[in-house]
């Protein structure tokens, strides 16, 4: 399908560490987003990376691109128990303004 | 700035009963949107409006959900009769301009749940 799938389904780490979540999808596309999604709450945007950019980073979020390998990943460094939350990657559908979003990665941090 | 708001925040009801969800989204905001995300899952789309037209239903079930957008500005999303399979969480967001997820970010509300007995 079209939309991203993440990996691993589950995370569990202790605060410190960091938290890697990986991102693979299957068609061609112009950019890739990461939203942060607290239970019960609605879904925040983190950082969208570009089809031709390699690397972006923002705060402790690190996000990577291979449009050759069709994947990304988003690392979390030095995890807080507040990064506790569900990491959703998502996708323009054949690059139109329309959104799709993966099954999500929840991660949790204990203190 | 405010963000997107959605209400009612949560909603039971009885199945073949009838509901509405509203949402009022950033102030200028072109592009409007409907997901729906069932429990563990990611957020799935039913619709999207560009100013006050559809751009794409594709999703919807239109024998029980239908959408509106009046004047470009606030949405409502019912659902008539509901189904046990409706229980989930509706969740509105917007984008600033036209090209929505090609150029941009989504701005999400908080979302309204759903739970269908």
């Known amino acids: 399908s079209q939309q991203g799938e993440e990996d691993p389904q589950a995370l569990s780490i202790q605060e410190g560490e960091n938290a890697t979540m990986n991102c693979s999808y299957k068609?061609?596309?112009?950019?890739l987003q990461w939203y942060r999604q607290n239970s019960g709450r609605g879904l925040v945007h983190l950082i969208l990376i570009r089809s031709n950019e390699r690397e972006k980073h923002s705060g402790r979020l690190r996000v990577t691109l291979d449009t050759s390998k069709k994947s990304s990943s988003l690392l979390i460094t030095a995890s807080r128990a507040a990064d506790t939350a569900s990491y959703f990657c998502?996708?323009?559908?054949?690059?139109?303004?329309?959104?799709?979003f993966g099954t999500g990665t929840r991660l949790q941090v204990f203190p | 700035e405010a963000g997107v708001a959605q209400s009612p925040r949560y909603k039971i009801i009885e199945k073949r009963q009838s509901v509405a969800f509203w949402c009022n989204p950033i102030s200028g905001h072109a592009t409007l949107y409907w997901y729906q995300q069932i429990l563990g899952q990611g957020p799935k789309l039913l619709i999207q409006f560009q100013n006050n037209g559809v751009v794409d239903d594709s999703q919807l079930p239109k024998d029980r959900f239908s959408a509106e957008r009046l004047k470009g500005v606030d949405s409502t999303l019912k659902i008539q009769p509901a189904k046990l399979e409706d229980s989930a969480v509706y969740l509105c967001a917007s984008s600033l301009d036209s090209g929505g997820a090609r150029t941009g970010e989504l701005f999400f509300g908080e979302g309204s749940r759903l739970t269908v007995l």
């Open positions: 068609t061609s596309i112009n950019n």
């Open positions: 998502a996708i323009p559908y054949y690059n139109t303004d329309k959104l799709i």
